[in-house]
């Protein structure tokens, strides 16, 4: 079980790859897909890192403080999970799919856990963030647009490797699945970023914004994880035509990386 402990240097985006790494290796070794989000995650991280560092974002330093708070949304989410605790709601129906035993979709196990970390936690992180005027965070918390639209090709490219099949639909989709994504991705930092405004302009509301959201998004990955049993018959003959060892889709996530001097130059 992962226990994240309390370090005597403020926590960086060092602590946090090495607490995804052990939230990875524990889903790996039981060859659950509960490691599947976390290997996406673990990926975007290590690029954040590297952005936030190399000069990519207007304040790095900033963003890796926002990142971390981010991502400990998460590492503790999870923690509270294996221990026998209760997240939010929105974690825990990302985390009862991956561990029911049901077959699901990459892509839908990916998306429950991008709605509860992106659609509930990054809102109360960026508010919590701000210093001031909130604007002044907004260009950078935008700019890592670039770098997750990017990623999804590679993970794209990834999966592809992995799930031949699945390589099929994907190119019988063109580029309209990776489109859809990018949407949905956008939608989500948008409503994360409302959020944000939401918290630091009526802070006496906090804990109702918060509340509200929660059950917003559980509503949300709810329809993601079930929806009609046309919808469910269709993911599960999808999800045939994928690995089924979580393994495989966790071990091609963990690896993916971006070449970040390109990005900026685009």
Same mark, same amino acid.
């Given at each position: ?23 990875? %290796? ?31 974002? *207007?304040?790095?330093?900033? /963003? $890796? =403080? ?15 999970? !294996?221990?026998?605790?209760?997240? !939010?709601?929105?974690? %825990? ?13 990459? =892509?839908?196990?990916? /998306? ?37 639209? !990017? ?9 592809? $490797? =992995? *799930?031949?099949?699945? *390589? ?11 489109? =859809? ?26 804990? !109702?914004?918060?509340?509200?959201? %929660?059950?917003?998004?559980? %509503? ?44 900026? $130059? *685009?």
């Amino acid at each position: 079980m992962l226990v994240v402990g309390q370090t005597e240097h403020q926590r960086d985006l060092d602590d946090v790859l090495g607490d995804l790494d052990a939230i990875i %290796d524990d889903a790996s070794a039981s060859s659950s897909p509960i490691g599947i989000f976390p290997s996406m995650y673990r990926s975007v991280t290590a690029d954040i890192r590297r952005a936030s560092r190399g000069g990519f974002f *207007a304040d790095g330093e900033r /963003l $890796e =403080v926002l990142a971390v708070a981010f991502a400990d949304r998460y590492i503790d989410a999870y923690g509270s999970w !294996t221990s026998g605790g209760t997240p !939010t709601r929105s974690w %825990d129906i990302a985390f009862r799919a991956a561990t029911d035993g049901q077959r699901r979709m990459i =892509v839908q196990h990916l /998306l429950a856990g991008m709605n509860a970390h992106i659609n509930l936690d990054l809102g109360i992180v960026a508010a919590d963030s701000v210093d001031g005027d909130p604007m002044d965070l907004y260009d950078d918390f935008m700019r890592v647009n670039d770098i997750l639209f !990017t990623k999804l090709d590679h993970l794209q490219e990834a999966l592809n $490797e =992995v *799930a031949p099949r699945f *390589a099929v639909v994907d190119k019988l989709a063109w580029r309209l699945d990776e489109g =859809v994504m990018s949407r949905l991705i956008a939608d989500a930092r948008d409503d994360a970023w409302t959020l944000a405004i939401e918290i630091t302009e009526d802070p006496t509301g906090r804990e !109702t914004h918060i509340r509200r959201r %929660d059950e917003h998004t559980a %509503d949300i990955g709810s329809k993601l994880l079930g929806g009609t049993r046309y919808h469910r018959a269709m993911t599960r003959l999808l999800a045939s035509s994928e690995p089924k060892d979580p393994c495989v889709v966790i071990d091609a996530f963990r690896s993916t990386s971006l070449d970040l001097d390109r990005l900026a $130059e *685009a």
